[in-house]
């Protein structure tokens, strides 16, 4: 099969069928007439592609092609190219992506039930239950229980900012935002092909930055304390190549120049790593912090919105729904806020 985006014969990116959770909720349509706006979280299109095959890469000049028709002009694919694909295309990516897909959940929840099951069994044999269906019927429920608890954690899980996905969007949404568009991933199984689709989705981020710039001046001011607490928070490991020479300069550190026992006789050296964490939002202005936070979190707001799993507020700031919360909103709650559970799922 062709690793290829599916496309409509109009040269855009196929959406997600009607029956996708949360697709109906989602203000979508065709391209809008003369006089009409771009409402904040519409959907403008979706690249798919087959994450089963390789190599892989998203047609983005479509993308580009389908982002004019909605009136969103200066918007080159190039900017966002390299950002978006070596995001979500790397190797290790889309192997996570597929082991944490939902049926490699289901799959490993039916092995944990039974597995639990047996155990539990094989315990209670040791032990006079009385009736052998009284004590079947027990060790059933306990196995239900505890296998139902195991599928909670992971939809809790999922409503988290996942940095394997979400957060590696955080520099192609920086790169977006000044173009009033917000990317973000989710991915599906159709038969036994897993999908990976990238959302590009309308919102005008200039009212969320004011805010959020307010917000933080604010927290600066009087909450201190809990800003740095929840920034420290926000943080990355990475890997980063290091020169020998630099690591072999000081009397400290004390590095051979060769192997004493070479393997080969022209032996190939590996490159030496260092992880370093990295400060996703570092301390700086208010409105660059703001900004910082919106590209950060961009991709985690696109995937709730999308899902259906945003949650429901009394009002809403810079979004036409009621009861749908804007960027600002989730992260003055959920990210600067006051909860203790994490929010980061690593």
Not at 219 to 233: D, G, I, T, V, W
Not at 241 to 250: D, H, N, Y
Not at 315 to 335: F, N
Request: hydrophobic fraction near 40%; charged fraction near 15%.
């Amino acid at each position: 099969m062709a690793c290829e985006p599916q496309m409509d014969p109009g040269g855009a990116a196929s959406p997600l069928s009607t029956s996708s959770p949360g697709w109906n909720a989602l203000p979508v349509g065709s391209p809008p007439g003369w006089g009409q706006e771009l409402r904040n979280g519409q959907v403008l299109t979706v690249l798919r592609i087959d994450n089963t095959c390789a190599p892989i890469a998203f047609d983005l000049g479509a993308a580009e092609e389908q982002l004019q028709t909605w009136g969103i002009q200066q918007v080159p694919a190039d900017q966002y190219r390299s950002l978006a694909e070596s995001a979500l295309l790397e190797p290790q990516v889309r192997r996570y992506i597929i082991y944490n897909s939902r049926p490699m959940r289901l799959a490993f929840a039916v092995v944990f039930y039974v597995v639990v099951w047996a155990n539990i069994y094989s315990t209670s044999q040791i032990f006079a239950l009385g009736n052998h269906w009284v004590g079947v019927l027990l060790v059933t429920l306990a196995a239900v229980s505890l296998t139902l608890t195991l599928m909670l954690i992971f939809e809790r899980h999922q409503r988290k900012a996942n940095t394997n996905t979400d957060l590696r969007l955080a520099a192609a949404n920086g790169a977006l935002q000044r173009h009033r568009v917000l990317l973000g991933v989710t991915d599906t199984v159709e038969g036994c092909q897993s999908v990976i689709q990238l959302w590009f989705v309308y919102f005008d981020l200039e009212n969320c930055v004011q805010f959020l710039s307010d917000h933080v001046q604010e927290m600066k001011a009087n909450q201190e304390s809990l800003l740095r607490s929840r920034l420290s928070q926000l943080c990355v490991v990475m890997e980063t190549g290091v020169s020998p020479t630099t690591m072999a300069e000081g009397p400290e550190n004390l590095l051979e120049e060769a192997p004493l026992l070479p393997s080969s006789p022209h032996p190939t050296e590996r490159p030496l790593m260092q992880t370093e964490l990295h400060q996703l939002v570092p301390d700086a202005e208010p409105e660059e912090m703001a900004q910082q936070l919106l590209a950060v979190f961009g991709g985690y707001y696109i995937r709730l919105l999308v899902t259906s799993q945003l949650p429901h507020v009394v009002g809403t700031r810079h979004t036409d729904s009621p009861r749908v919360p804007c960027p600002c909103q989730l992260i003055e709650a959920h990210i600067l806020g006051t909860g203790c559970c994490p929010f980061l799922a690593r």
